[in-house]
């Protein structure tokens, strides 16, 4: 742990007394101010986002096999070429490692670490959004030939979103975790920022499943 | 339990004074925001945001019963030419999307919501303020658009649902489809934002001893709202979406040409649509409680049971969407479980309604406004929904599918459940807003001319319905003998709207002038009312702990206070989100004009998805910037920041 931090004073108390006030209170005053994982507000935001955007891919996925049911052949033409999507899958996997630890490292206030791991992830993120680039481009079909064409086309699109969005997280925090006088609160956004690229890695793994593998199963 | 009222918390006695106005100097400091000229663009303070919701919902709810003024004139008569079919075709659509969109929606969740929930639970503002904001400027943006676009002539003229074909490019050319379409986007977007806002709010912010089981039934309400919108909200904002693409950028997915259908866009409406009708009844169903409670003299009766019939309607109402769709040949096996399924939601609100009655029964009334709206709430919702129990009969559905007792029955269920709990707020929590009583009198009349006038203008569109007159026609032939029925629901909206004179003069008259309310005028039990009126930039000097479900009348004489926070940043405590064990602190944001220039981002690309690709990709990279500038971490105050830091070793 290369940047000790002063630690919390433990749990609140009920105190007569303190202060100027003379009758009792709950003293918070030696409450942590930086705390970690499901316990933040943070966190449960992110929930709340984990949500909008998992429903927005699910549903998604839901119309397209709803079509998919419905027609005499699923997909119509040609499935999308494996090989982009293949090397995107296996860039989401290599970047698991560098968020899991991205997230430990934070906790413990390691800034080397942090600043090394963010700088790999944000490689990463590049390279996943130019294979994604890639992706679209070997797609054999543009998204006005058919409903096929534009669910896949929107699914696709909507999981480039999240990776944007996801990788402007990390982006920013490797240049705000670069700066002089960090603060604690910015460990935690560096938390966060992992679980959130997860989840991109996670909605990939949905989308390309359903997008890539399932014509050639199913 | 009769709950005891002369136990309420008197001003903490503090042994300095001068300290004391000194602390509350630096306090109001710290949580003013700038309210003048462009710096209310800034604004953060959940109690602004919430009170400008309510204003322009308000304003959305006069732009839309002006609409259905003209309907009703021009229906007023046989062959009635005030409108052409194009004019009356975007009138009515314009009016359903305002009223569910613009109005219902924002006033109780963002308007209600925001304003009393941070109070409610006893903490200095929302979880996220900037997303808040952010959410807030997009409604705005977002309704002021639609309306222009529609009294320049594009409004969209497929009705409130927007089904295709009929909304597609081939049978709704031009733009107004569009822009109802943008519009949703915005809606949507606003409030998903907002249900996030608002469910960690109310999970992680309550004040120590607030554990769930002592969380006051709005909250509750409002909380079961916010997941309720989390997981349905995308699904309508997929279906705008997918449409605008197809309108746009000619995707085929409603398509049947190109392996496309259209029913796949009803049930993506409709898995939104019916969750919304309870999203828009469980704030009425809080309000309700609370205000029922409050003028009982008593707390709730059977309170677990309100809570566990509000989680179960939010339930079943993930189940039953199709039962809008049973005239469109769904399979036998579907029409009979979604029969059951929507039978079945009539036991939660069964329950509530028994609740009520049973805390109405076992306390000591006091009839005033509040309390008058919250009966006509059972008067008129429960008509509605005994004419939506047999709207759940598929043989009786498909005779009556989109007659005009189908608008009967959800005007009975949208205004007994939405309209008449949202006046009941208003007289409720006017006195906490503006230090002021609403007249008592105009109050009455506003009741009973809105009471007479909503039975006389929709109950006589049940007999409508039943003799075969369709829904969204712009006319229809003499010798049908629809003509008095109609004539009759021109007199009832008339009355309707002469309601709206004592409530606006009385509104506008008693914030100036109306009796002093003092902190709790009602003499009401949860914690809003601990806190002065209009309550303080901060909500509490002294931030409360609570020890029973009403606070005000429960709290023993010593309860205790918070201290500990620092007064000169915008610190507060967050507990533990099930018990409300104080857990740890966290310092809020300071008044900033990112969140409002990033809607206006926002708003450039959902605009610019109508018209050009090129508008998008600039807003695109004005929604980065600005996104930058929100996050990007702030370095006044980074030393104090830093010297405060308490970590804890994980």
């Not at chain 1, 006030?21 to 030696?30: A, F, H, I, K, L």
């Not at chain 1, 070429?81 to 206030?109: C, D, G, I, Y």
């Not at chain 2, 806002?197 to 969380?215: I, K, Q, Y």
Request: charged content about 15%; proline content about 6%.
């Amino acid at each position: 742990m290369s940047d000790p931090r002063p630690p919390a004073g433990g749990k609140a108390s009920l105190k007569h007394d303190a202060g100027s006030v003379s009758e009792p209170v709950v003293d918070v005053s030696g409450l942590p101010t930086v705390v970690f994982g499901t316990r933040t507000t943070l966190w449960l935001g992110f929930v709340g986002v984990i949500v909008v955007e998992g429903m927005m891919i699910f549903l998604i996925i839901v119309a397209y096999l709803y079509l998919g049911a419905r027609a005499k052949q699923w997909p119509p033409g040609a499935a999308p070429a494996l090989t982009a999507s293949a090397v995107n899958t296996a860039l989401f996997a290599l970047s698991t490692v560098p968020a899991v630890w991205l997230k430990r490292r934070a906790a413990q206030a390691d800034l080397t670490a942090v600043r090394r791991l963010l700088c790999t992830l944000s490689a990463i993120a590049i390279a996943t959004i130019v294979v994604s680039l890639w992706g679209f481009a070997s797609l054999p079909v543009r998204w006005e030939a058919n409903a096929y064409a534009s669910l896949v086309w929107m699914l696709l699109g909507t999981h480039a979103l999240v990776l944007l969005a996801a990788a402007l997280m990390v982006w920013v925090l490797t240049i705000v975790m670069l700066t002089p006088r960090v603060e604690g609160r910015r460990y935690m956004n560096v938390y966060d920022s992992g679980d959130y690229w997860l989840l991109a890695a996670f909605l990939w793994l949905a989308t390309w499943l359903v997008a890539y593998v399932s014509p050639r199963l199913l | 339990m009769t709950a005891q009222h002369n136990t309420k918390t008197d001003p903490p006695e503090r042994s300095d004074s001068a300290s004391e106005t000194s602390r509350h100097r630096t306090l109001d400091k710290t949580w003013m925001d700038p309210m003048r000229g462009f710096g209310r663009l800034m604004c953060l303070d959940h109690k602004m945001m919430g009170r400008w919701t309510m204003m322009i919902a308000f304003t959305f709810l006069l732009l839309g019963g002006v609409l259905s003024i003209l309907m009703r004139l021009q229906l007023a008569q046989p062959e009635g030419t005030l409108l052409g079919p194009a004019a009356y075709n975007r009138t009515f659509g314009v009016h359903g999307t305002t009223m569910m969109f613009l109005f219902a929606m924002p006033m109780l969740f963002e308007g209600f919501g925001l304003y009393f929930v941070p109070l409610m639970i006893g903490t200095r503002n929302v979880a996220f303020p900037r997303l808040m904001t952010y959410a807030f400027y997009l409604y705005v943006f977002g309704g002021t658009i639609f309306w222009i676009a529609f009294l320049l002539g594009y409004g969209p003229d497929a009705g409130w649902t927007s089904y295709v074909t009929l909304a597609g490019r081939g049978f709704s050319p031009g733009r107004g489809v569009d822009f109802w379409a943008m519009l949703i986007l915005f809606t949507e977007v606003a409030a998903m934002a907002m249900a996030i806002d608002m469910s960690v709010t109310v999970l992680r912010l309550r004040a120590p001893g607030m554990s769930l089981n002592r969380m006051p039934l709005f909250v509750w309400a409002i909380l079961i709202t916010a997941l309720m919108a989390l997981f349905a909200m995308m699904s309508v904002a997929l279906s705008a979406e997918l449409l605008l693409m197809d309108r746009t950028m000619r995707t085929q997915v409603f398509n049947p040409a190109e392996l496309g259908d259209v029913l796949l866009y009803q049930h993506l409406f409709w898995f939104f649509g019916h969750p919304e009708v309870y999203m828009l009844f469980l704030p009425g169903v809080g309000i309700a409680s609370t205000i029922v409670a409050t003028f009982s003299r008593r707390s709730t009766f059977g309170y677990t049971a309100l809570v566990l019939s509000m989680l179960a309607t939010a339930f079943i109402a993930f189940g039953v969407w199709a039962h809008h769709m049973f005239a469109t040949g769904l399979p036998q096996l579907s029409l009979s479980y979604f029969t059951a399924a929507s039978m079945m939601i009539v036991i939660p609100a069964g329950v509530q309604i028994f609740c009520w009655l049973a805390t109405l029964w076992t306390g000591r009334l006091v009839l005033r406004v509040p309390l008058l709206w919250v009966l006509g709430v059972f008067f008129i919702f429960v008509l509605g929904g005994l004419t939506g129990v047999t709207l759940a009969l598929v043989p009786v559905d498909w005779q009556l599918t989109d007659t005009y007792y189908v608008v009967a029955h959800f005007h009975y269920v949208l205004i007994g459940g939405t309209v008449l709990p949202i006046f009941a707020a208003v007289y409720y929590w006017f006195p906490k807003i503006t230090g002021r009583l609403l007249d008592e009198r105009a109050g009455k009349w506003h009741f009973w001319l809105f009471f007479v006038g909503f039975n006389l203008t929709f109950f006589p569109m049940h007999l409508l319905g039943l003799e075969g007159m369709p829904r969204r026609v712009y006319t229809y032939l003499p010798g049908l003998g629809w003509d008095g029925p109609n004539v009759l629901a021109l007199s009832g909206t008339l009355l309707l709207a002469v309601s709206f004179v004592p409530f606006l003069g009385n509104v506008l008259w008693s914030r100036k002038r109306g009796e002093m309310a003092g902190d709790d005028p009602w003499g009401a039990g949860t914690l809003e009312w601990a806190t002065s009126s209009p309550p303080p930039a901060c909500n509490f000097y002294d931030l409360p702990t609570v020890s029973g479900r009403d606070p005000v009348w429960e709290n023993v004489p010593d309860q205790p206070v918070v201290a500990g926070l620092h007064d000169d940043a915008r610190e507060v405590l967050v507990p533990h989100w099930l018990d409300g064990r104080p857990d740890h602190v966290i310092e809020l944001p300071q008044a900033t004009i990112w969140p409002f220039l990033a809607a206006v981002a926002t708003a450039v690309v959902l605009v610019g998805l109508i018209f050009s690709p090129w508008v998008v990709a600039v807003g695109g990279v004005a929604m980065i910037v600005t996104f930058v500038g929100w996050f990007w971490p702030r370095r006044a105050g980074v030393e104090r920041r830093l010297a405060r830091e308490r970590w804890e070793s994980t």
